[in-house]
């Protein structure tokens, strides 16, 4: 990622390829059950980096959740499903979107994510965030604690995790974690460790850790101006913490789905939960193109899509149309250079 040298307060260009991510918070495929349900996750996996996603990710999740099906169906463990989906793939990068901070000790967290590096010959990433759903906390006996301390697990987890990274034998005494000269060998493939990926949107905790420690920030698609207004307070929050904002990637979830004709937009958005049917557009690709390219004048350089949208090998293929129209495109830098 580059940002050129200009100290008028223009509004510049950085030149970074997109990142597209391929999402599969869904287990649910038809005819695929038992046996079957990992060889589809292959399948999909596999035909997302041949379409050129960048990236495939899966919910960090026990139950599903609501708005994708009812809690009772098929929900797999995250770093099982990404270390086999590892040794099927060979470009991709490999994250949770995300792991929930309550779910693990950060530090045996970071020792799943190096060894996802290592198994994956360096594309594992660290995808985190707070936390939310208390249905399972509950289930498998997980202490949900308050948000405010759950944004503090959140901190010191990421702290204890870029530490063991990038030293031999760190410590760390946090008020929640605690790291004794940790040793974390074998070490992570990538120089410097895994990228860490942060999400959620909320402006005055959130986005504070994004810009103190990640890599790359996914957020929600939507509003536009809703979504500069909250870059701009990302972009104060890496004043605050001495950070370059162009050092950051800023991704967002959409909720699109790629369609031929008016008549297959509405068998797909049939098939959509009617509670997310709101949130999703089926469109053609140069429309698909059209829409991204304004988030991406915005200075957004990545964006998600759901295997809920994309369900067949035929979507996903035609998604990848889409990142080959979008490959010559320039993110620009909306925050002013100091």
Same mark, same amino acid.
């Given at each position: 990622?580059?940002?050129?040298?200009?100290?008028s307060?223009?509004?510049?260009?950085?030149? $970074?390829s997109?990142?597209f991510?391929?999402?599969?918070?869904?287990?649910?495929?038809?005819?695929a059950?038992?046996? !079957?349900?990992?060889?589809?996750?292959?399948?999909?996996?596999?035909?997302?980096?041949?379409?050129?996603?960048?990236?495939v990710?899966?919910?960090d999740?026990?139950?599903q959740?609501g708005?994708?099906?009812?809690?009772?169906?098929?929900?797999?463990?995250a770093?099982t499903t990404l270390a !086999?989906i590892?040794a099927?793939?060979?470009?991709?990068?490999l994250?949770?979107?995300?792991?929930?901070?309550t779910y693990?000790n950060?530090?045996?967290?970071?020792? @799943?994510v190096?060894?996802?590096d290592v198994?994956s010959?360096?594309r594992?990433?660290?995808g985190?965030?707070?936390?939310?759903?208390e249905s399972?906390?509950m289930?498998?006996?997980?202490?949900f604690?308050? &948000?405010?301390?759950r944004?503090?697990?959140?901190?010191? !987890?990421?702290?204890i995790?870029k530490l063991m990274?990038?030293e031999?034998r760190p410590?760390?005494s946090g008020?929640?974690?605690?790291?004794d000269?940790a040793?974390n060998?074998p070490?992570?493939? @990538?120089?410097?460790?895994?990228k860490i990926?942060i999400?959620?949107?909320g402006?005055k905790?959130t986005?504070r850790?994004l810009a103190?420690?990640?890599d790359i920030?996914h957020?929600?698609?939507?509003?536009?101006e809703d979504?500069?207004?909250k870059?701009r $307070?990302f972009?104060?929050h890496c004043?605050?913490?001495?950070?370059?904002?162009?050092s950051?990637?800023?991704?967002l979830?959409?909720?699109? &789905?790629?369609?031929?004709?008016?008549?297959?937009?509405?068998?797909w958005l049939?098939?959509?939960?009617?509670?997310?049917? %709101?949130m999703i557009r089926?469109v053609?690709?140069p @429309?698909a193109?059209?829409?991204l @390219?304004?988030y991406v004048?915005a200075?957004f350089?990545?964006?998600t899509?759901?295997?809920?949208?994309?369900?067949?090998?035929?979507?996903?293929a035609r998604?990848?149309?889409?990142?080959?129209?979008? %490959?010559?495109s320039?993110?620009a830098?909306t925050?002013?250079v100091?």
């Amino acid at each position: 990622m580059a940002l050129g040298n200009d100290r008028s307060g223009r509004r510049l260009v950085l030149d $970074v390829s997109l990142l597209f991510g391929f999402h599969m918070p869904n287990y649910t495929f038809p005819g695929a059950t038992g046996e !079957a349900l990992f060889d589809h996750v292959v399948e999909s996996a596999r035909a997302a980096e041949a379409a050129g996603f960048g990236l495939v990710t899966v919910m960090d999740h026990f139950y599903q959740i609501g708005g994708m099906g009812p809690e009772t169906d098929p929900m797999l463990e995250a770093y099982t499903t990404l270390a !086999a989906i590892a040794a099927h793939t060979s470009k991709v990068r490999l994250s949770t979107l995300v792991t929930g901070v309550t779910y693990r000790n950060p530090a045996l967290l970071a020792k @799943q994510v190096t060894t996802l590096d290592v198994i994956s010959k360096g594309r594992a990433m660290l995808g985190i965030g707070a936390a939310w759903n208390e249905s399972e906390h509950m289930g498998y006996g997980i202490e949900f604690p308050p &948000i405010a301390e759950r944004m503090e697990r959140l901190d010191e !987890a990421v702290t204890i995790a870029k530490l063991m990274f990038t030293e031999e034998r760190p410590s760390f005494s946090g008020k929640h974690y605690r790291i004794d000269r940790a040793l974390n060998s074998p070490r992570p493939i @990538q120089a410097g460790g895994p990228k860490i990926l942060i999400g959620g949107m909320g402006e005055k905790k959130t986005l504070r850790i994004l810009a103190k420690h990640g890599d790359i920030g996914h957020w929600f698609g939507g509003d536009l101006e809703d979504l500069k207004r909250k870059k701009r $307070v990302f972009e104060e929050h890496c004043v605050a913490v001495g950070r370059d904002p162009s050092s950051v990637l800023l991704t967002l979830g959409v909720g699109i &789905i790629l369609v031929d004709n008016e008549h297959e937009a509405k068998i797909w958005l049939e098939r959509i939960p009617e509670a997310r049917r %709101s949130m999703i557009r089926a469109v053609s690709v140069p @429309q698909a193109a059209e829409i991204l @390219q304004t988030y991406v004048d915005a200075g957004f350089g990545g964006f998600t899509f759901n295997n809920p949208t994309l369900p067949t090998l035929e979507a996903i293929a035609r998604a990848g149309e889409l990142i080959k129209l979008m %490959s010559g495109s320039r993110v620009a830098a909306t925050q002013d250079v100091l």
